[in-house]
């Protein structure tokens, strides 16, 4: 069985960065591609990032193009989320998954998630 383990949120001024991770266990790692997700109260859930399963390619929403950096280690079986230049409006719950099969921007197709973990942004 895979699991997802999300750690790092917490609550940051504006301007200010956090790290996000995302530990993957019972799988072969290397074999899924990588997105995380966010998800604000009343809002849907949406992509953010995501990372090929070598890590030749990286994916960001429009949004956090330029603040946020995906990356992923294989040999630890791990993603991370950098985070910079964070804003009020990238307060959310974020999620990481795992996808199997061609990359997608699309939850929906991703096979396996965590139980998130919780960022709040000040202004």
């Known amino acids: 069985q895979v699991q997802l383990v999300e750690s790092g949120g917490g609550l940051v001024q504006a301007g200010g960065s956090l790290r996000l991770s995302c530990a993957v266990s019972g799988g072969t790692f290397s074999s899924y591609n990588m997105g995380w997700f966010r998800q604000a109260p009343g809002k849907e859930r949406e992509f953010v990032s995501a990372?090929?399963?070598?890590?030749?390619?990286?994916f960001y929403t429009d949004s956090v193009k330029g603040r946020f950096t995906v990356s992923r280690d294989n040999a630890k079986n791990s993603v991370y989320l950098q985070m910079n230049s964070l804003k009020p409006e990238d307060t959310a719950a974020y999620y990481c998954?795992?996808?199997?099969?061609?990359?997608?921007?699309?939850?929906?197709?991703?096979?396996?998630w965590g139980q998130g973990t919780q960022v709040t942004v000040s202004s």
């Open positions: 990372i090929t399963r070598s890590g030749s390619g990286t």
């Open positions: 998954a795992a996808k199997s099969g061609l990359f997608t921007r699309t939850a929906i197709a991703y096979e396996y």
